[in-house]
């Protein structure tokens, strides 16, 4: 298909809920993707932050031409092993004790929230229905994942949302020891935003929202769906704060690329629940978590953990060391990071892409830069040259 027919088809028969370049993806390999004319691209994006181990991933291809051969779907009726040994992984591997499955991020989010509401309906009074969330923040689509997202234009289109909903500026933490009070049921926070703009949170403000949640025993939900299974350079971005949370959600990368998201919870969480509070019908199936533990597995390495902070740090240093016109800031942790430019962010985006580098954005004013984690120097020279030459052809 040539790009025109590609445009026309794409404007007769797609609901019109995203902007695409007229380019024809047909196929990727490692760090690359191609389009229908056989271009090559660089993969900064990774699908939004999902394809951890690259496109096209030999040990990935194998598990689910195996698992597919073997045993696809179910359902949650019945026990199979792919199921039980991802949950055990998770597990073993965190702080949580037992796992709930549904088939992506915004799902998570929604599955927190009903878990937190039940929780806190099991031991206090009608009362305590509150959330907190923060200004900046994406918990994803969905009416309730939507309802702790911050961003306006996401949320007004759609109102009414849940209520009892408040946002509190990220990173205040005389705001948000105010605003937790005995009427909030959970706060729920990214340890590092994403789609907001790549902000990092201080260590002091995680910290002060597990004590405040703790004096009034709301429930603290980490969303690491964008920065967790090893994007900053530990497993969990938590753990570089030294704070466990109650609920954490997880989702993009776990099984890279196939739909899978999980919450991650304590005992006293899955003590409350019950058969029947939650599910799904795909949600755990043989397929995708066959795949999501060959996945976690490698994730899991400390060898690769080792390479995502070495390839963070070098990425944050080329970007300091190279003079990119525009930008006001570089923010970010391992390899989620975001340039905060003067100009429009999505210019950049589609400039780079004529080049042969994708790049997505994070708000209107920052460029991410989300690459699989198996990036290599090589790639990240490349990529900084390109992006280089579109700020400077923005700028002149
Ligand atoms: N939470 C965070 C932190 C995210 O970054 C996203 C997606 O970008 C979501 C939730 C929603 O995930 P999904 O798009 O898989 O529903």
Redesign the pocket.
């Known amino acids: 298909m040539d790009p025109e027919a590609v445009v026309a088809l794409a404007e007769r028969v797609l609901a019109p809920t995203y902007r695409r370049p007229p380019v024809l993806f047909t196929h990727g390999e490692g760090m690359y993707v191609y389009d229908a004319s056989g271009r090559r691209y660089l993969d900064f994006v990774a699908g939004?932050?999902v394809c951890a181990l690259g496109h096209a991933d030999p040990g990935v291809a194998e598990v689910i031409a195996a698992q597919a051969r073997r045993l696809v779907h179910l359902s949650n009726l019945y026990h199979t092993e792919p199921h039980l040994r991802l949950a055990e992984a998770l597990v073993a591997h965190s702080f949580a004790d037992r796992v709930f499955f549904c088939n992506?991020?915004?799902?998570?989010?929604e599955a927190a929230l009903k878990f937190a509401r039940k929780f806190v309906r099991t031991h206090f009074d009608d009362r305590k229905v509150g959330f907190i969330a923060f200004a900046h923040s994406?918990?994803?689509?969905?009416m309730g994942?939507l309802s702790v997202t911050e961003k306006p234009a996401y949320r007004e289109p759609f109102a009414p949302l849940v209520p009892g909903v408040t946002f509190v500026p990220f990173n205040d933490i005389e705001a948000a020891r105010a605003a937790i009070t005995q009427e909030t049921c959970a706060v729920i926070v990214?340890p590092i935003?994403?789609?907001g703009g790549v902000h990092v949170a201080a260590p002091e403000f995680l910290q002060a929202l597990r004590a405040r949640c703790d004096e009034v025993g709301a429930l603290l939900i980490f969303?690491?769906?964008?920065?967790g299974l090893g994007r900053t350079g530990t497993l969990w971005a938590y753990e570089a704060y030294g704070v466990e949370p109650d609920l954490l959600?997880v989702?993009?990368p776990l099984a890279n690329g196939l739909?899978i998201?999980a919450v991650l919870m304590r005992e006293k969480v899955a003590a409350v629940l019950q058969p029947g509070d939650h599910g799904s019908t795909f949600a755990g199936g043989p397929l995708v978590t066959a795949v999501a533990l060959h996945v976690f597995q490698r994730l899991c390495e400390p060898i690769f953990l080792a390479h995502v902070r070495e390839m963070g740090a070098y990425l944050m240093d080329r970007l300091h060391a190279v003079e990119l016109p525009g930008v006001k800031e570089i923010r970010g942790r391992g390899l989620l990071i975001g340039l905060e430019i003067e100009g429009d962010a999505r210019q950049v985006v589609a400039t780079a892409l004529e080049r042969g580098l994708l790049l997505t954005t994070a708000g209107d004013h920052v460029v991410r830069m989300v690459p699989p984690l198996i990036v290599e120097r090589s790639h990240i020279d490349e990529a900084i040259a390109i992006l280089q030459e579109s700020m400077t052809a923005q700028s002149a």
């Open positions: 939004i932050a992506s991020g915004a799902e998570a989010v994406f918990h994803g689509r969905t994942a990214e935003q994403g789609e969303d690491e769906v964008q920065c959600t989702a993009k739909p998201g």
